[in-house]
């Protein structure tokens, strides 16, 4: 069975610029949770998508934006970009519905962000 | 609020060497837990995870124990090797399929 893959690996933007970032599940898998990385503030939740709905939100300003197709890749959106973005954005896929906290994440490779 | 607080590294240890990385957590009800490993470049992959209290999590010679009394779940692996390099991450999950992680603790096993 395929990975998680994450497209393109690595990017570089400026400021102001907006970036889409994609996440392609393991196959059979429905939701879809996003990741910031940095070397500050370590792994840091942004949101789950289940199902084309978003489910679970973290604490991100809202130039911050995901979506959910109906085959459940998803994409994410950073708008108005800033230097303080740059970090590695990982996605992971579950396969079940989030029943009492059990389910496992299985994580793409992520993108590497750079805004300059 | 859900945090999890782990050792801080970067921990060097010598081959075979025994290897211990403390994990805590701040959780209301019971939370999953779970190890996950990052090599360098590379994605997390799922290392052990444990659902309940008392349950032990193991794989690849590592193990780790879900201990609700002191609320903590420390990895250990009795005999290092170099390809356990990468970055260690805690986490847990209490709801659905949010999930916190610790800071990571970077290992280096050198030979």
């Known amino acids: 069975k395929a990975g998680v893959t994450q497209t393109p690996r690595y990017l570089i933007k400026t400021r102001g610029q907006q970036v889409t970032l994609s996440c392609s599940p393991i196959s059979g898998h429905r939701s879809v949770s996003w990741y910031q990385q940095t070397p500050g503030q370590g792994l840091q939740f942004l949101f789950e998508y289940f199902s084309e709905t978003q489910r679970n939100k973290g604490n991100f300003p809202g130039r911050f934006s995901g979506r959910q197709f109906s085959n459940s890749r998803s994409e994410m959106n950073v708008s108005t970009l800033e230097l303080g973005d740059s970090a590695l954005y990982l996605c992971a896929s579950s396969s079940a519905q989030g029943r009492g906290g059990t389910d496992t994440q299985y994580f793409g490779p992520g993108t590497r962000l750079t805004v300059l | 609020g859900d945090s999890v607080t782990q050792m801080e590294g970067p921990v060097t240890l010598s081959e075979e060497a025994f290897l211990t990385i403390n994990c805590t957590y701040t959780a209301t009800g019971y939370p999953s837990l779970f190890w996950y490993v990052q090599y360098p470049g590379e994605g997390l992959q799922l290392l052990l995870k444990a659902t309940k209290a008392d349950d032990k999590g193991s794989n690849k010679g590592f193990e780790a124990t879900y201990r609700k009394e002191t609320t903590s779940f420390h990895l250990e692996k009795g005999s290092v090797q170099v390809s356990d390099s990468a970055v260690y991450f805690c986490?847990?999950?209490?709801?659905?399929?949010?999930?916190?992680f610790g800071t990571g603790t970077s290992l280096t096993v050198i030979p």
């Open positions: 986490a847990l999950s209490r709801t659905g399929n949010q999930f916190y």
